[in-house]
């Protein structure tokens, strides 16, 4: 058994376009630019890899290519595979209002029966994100 605890988990997701992904995380989600690596020394506003976030949330933006030469297990695999990303908001109400129309909202905002309101969009690499508020 690990004896160690784990500190942080930060997502590294295969992306088509990093600069293209940045902005629509920025523009919708309110997330900043925190890191990024050219992809090469004469192209400027284009990325390899970029480290995002907003409040706790850190995702690592990868470039398709790049990451699939790091990673050959990857290869074969589509952009948004079979993978969500759960994240906890203060106000999913306020959320919901201010991206709805802008993204494509693939659930709409509900109350479940497990005690949390939560909706679903897709980014532009077909990653689904659900954002939910715990409610009392």
């Known amino acids: 058994m ?17 600069a293209k992904t ?13 890191n ?25 933006l990868h470039e398709e290519n790049d990451i699939k030469n790091e990673y050959p297990q990857l290869s074969t695999k589509p952009l948004g595979a079979a993978l969500t990303f759960f994240i906890e908001v203060d106000d999913v109400d306020a959320l ?8 494509n909202v693939i659930k709409e905002l509900d109350t479940k029966f497990y005690g949390m309101r939560e909706f679903a969009i897709e980014d532009c690499n077909d990653y689904i994100l659900t954002f939910a508020q715990k409610i009392s």
């Open 36 to 60: 990024s690596i050219p992809l090469s020394e004469e192209t400027e506003g284009k990325y390899v890899w970029a480290l995002i976030g907003n409040g706790d949330v850190l995702i690592m």
């Open 22 to 34: 940045v902005d629509f995380y920025s523009e919708n989600l309110g997330f900043q630019l925190y």
């Open 96 to 103: 919901y209002a201010s991206i709805k129309g802008k993204v």
């Open 2 to 18: 690990l004896k160690e605890k784990l500190k942080a988990l930060t997502p590294n997701i295969m992306v088509a376009d990093v």
